[in-house]
């Protein structure tokens, strides 16, 4: 990792770890590793829409660099690419989560956005 330096690259990556940070901070709640917290899943499912919303621009530059598990066909595909982000984007939005049992639903969900992308576009 240490390797990366270009800034494109750099920036979408740290967007996609602060995503799985917020997967980390539900699927802990959902396991009952920590205290249901209706404020921090708000916080979490808005900094997942926000970061899903810049999913498209932040891959819109062609950028080769050997760590990138960035697949060419993003380029090829880019509506595809577009709406597989605009599908989490709209899942994060419309999660309604009001307790403990709707994180389990609302992960699997979210988590099958970020893997249908995951499928087609990365490495
Ligand atoms: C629209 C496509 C798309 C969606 C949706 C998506 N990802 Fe990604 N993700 C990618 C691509 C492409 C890469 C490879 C980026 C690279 O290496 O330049 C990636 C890389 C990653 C990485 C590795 C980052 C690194 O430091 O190398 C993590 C972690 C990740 N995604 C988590 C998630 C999570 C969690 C979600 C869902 C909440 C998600 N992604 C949704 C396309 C997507």
Known sequence: MAMVTDETVLERMDGMKTMSEQLKVLG???KGERNFDSAAVETALAR???EAARIPAQFEKEVIVPKSEALPE???NREDFT??????ETRAVAMSVSEAADLGPALRRIGGACKSCHGDYRE
Do not use: N, V
Not at 83 to 88: G, M, Q, R, S
């Open 28 to 30: 802990a709640m959902a």
């Open 48 to 50: 997942l829409t926000e």
């Open 74 to 76: 993003i380029r090829e």
């Open 83 to 88: 709406e597989k982000a605009e599908t989490l």
